[in-house]
């Protein structure tokens, strides 16, 4: 079973009580307790991005990209988030890095090792299958049909499956939000 899991739900969690297998997305800092961790790493201009309309959607948040990007307001930054996983990952065996920008252009031939890491056996016909009905086109279809079923929008105006492309900050960021990110 799939459960989402964040820094705020981790606190208690008793991770010995879930049922096994089971796949937990998450955002938090590095936890010890996960036992193997796939790591998707995201280029942090379009991270800032998709947060910015994430905070949009679900944070009543008003202001410009610019001043999302000087502001205070998230639990943690790229860097400290990324630092907090890759520095554990020598230490933690079983932590495993994937790009998004590679799971993108060849999904493919990054899933296959890391089927092999998380100790599940799937046929190309499956990760096919698998890859199409995950395709962002489904992805916005699904949010479009069935909303998104577990948090409520403040802003149902701005999608939560936007883009899904990278290297969308090219158009997002302006010199002054470029050196903003710098100094965050």
Known sequence: PAISADARDLAGADFESLPSPRVMRSHSLFDERFPKVVYMLRDGRDVMVSYYHHFKKFNHY?????????????????DDHV?????????????????????????????????KFIGMDATDAQLEAAVNASSFDNMQKLETDKGLGYLAACDASVKF????????????????????????
């Open 83 to 115: 630092t907090s996983w890759l520095l554990h990952a020598p230490k933690m065996a079983h932590v495993y890095v994937v790009r998004y920008e590679q799971m993108l252009d060849d999904t493919l031939n990054t899933l296959r090792p890391l089927m």
């Open 62 to 78: 008003t202001g410009s990209l610019l001043d999302f990007i000087n502001a205070d307001c998230r639990p943690s930054e790229w």
């Open 161 to 184: 499956v936007r883009k899904g492309k990278s290297g969308q900050w090219r158009d997002a960021f302006g010199e002054t939000e470029k050196q903003a990110f710098k100094r965050r």
